[in-house]
Nanobody, 121 residues
């Protein structure tokens, strides 16, 4: 099984920036899509941004123009650069990857443990 570990969360004032990282390790042949999701208190988890191994990206409307997702496929790592942060960006940010394992076996979805992002007004 693959493990995904996030880092880079923290407390920042509105208008500030943070950069999240997520590194995947374990029995991995390839990762098709990697993405970031977030969950605010009392709300459902929602998509923030995704990136395919070929470089196609997708963003939630609420973060377009402020957040940038990128990948380093050689390191099985995905990043989320978050600029112009707003209090409504507060939540736990989770990394997700569609893992194709080494050897035989179906692809599966793996999640990180989450990292807290808090934006103060």
């Amino acid at each position: 099984q693959a493990q995904l570990v996030e880092s880079g969360g923290g407390l920042v004032q509105a208008g500030g920036s943070l950069r999240l990282s997520c590194a995947a390790s374990g029995s991995i042949f390839s990762i098709n899509v990697m993405g970031w999701y977030r969950q605010a208190p009392g709300k459902q988890r929602e998509l923030v941004a995704t990136a395919t191994s070929g470089g196609t990206t997708n963003y939630a409307d609420s973060v377009k123009g402020r957040f940038t997702i990128s990948r380093d496929n050689t390191k099985n790592t995905v990043y989320l650069q978050m600029n112009s942060l707003m209090p409504e960006d507060t939540g736990v940010y989770y990394c997700n990857g569609e893992i194709r394992p080494r050897g035989w076996g179906p692809s599966y979805s793996a999640w990180g443990q989450g990292t807290q992002v808090t934006v103060s007004s």
